[in-house]
């Protein structure tokens, strides 16, 4: 069973900062994308930002020239700088990691961590 540990979450005024951290346990599986998604209350779960195995990222236009994500494939772990926080910025952050077993393809999911931005 593949587990996501996440931590980084937190109270943090308006242009602050954060960094969200991510690390699957250890598999054998293939990891391909990791990513990160956010859900705002009353909102449905949105794409904040993903990078595939080759190191290809993809942002939400709301979060570009603000978030970095970012990932460490020997640690299984995969991370996200986000600086100018803003209000909006607020919801439940949770970590999203594709694995391979041959052409067989899983997803899983981090338990979520709050990222509270205060104006």
């Known amino acids: 069973q593949v587990q996501l540990v996440e931590s980084g979450g937190g109270l943090v005024q308006a242009g602050g900062s954060l960094r969200l951290s991510c690390a699957a346990s250890r598999s054998s599986f293939s990891i391909g994308a990791m990513g990160w998604y956010r859900q705002a209350p009353g909102k449905q779960r949105e794409l904040a930002a993903t990078?595939?195995?080759?190191?290809?990222?993809t942002y939400a236009d709301s979060v570009k020239g603000r978030f970095t994500i970012s990932r460490d494939s020997a640690k299984n772990s995969v991370y996200l700088q986000m600086n100018s926080l803003k209000p909006e910025d607020t919801a439940v952050y949770y970590c999203n990691v594709v694995m391979w077993w041959g052409a067989n393809r899983y997803t899983y999911w981090g338990q979520g961590t709050q990222v509270t931005v205060a104006s």
């Open positions: 990078v595939t195995s080759g190191g290809s990222t």
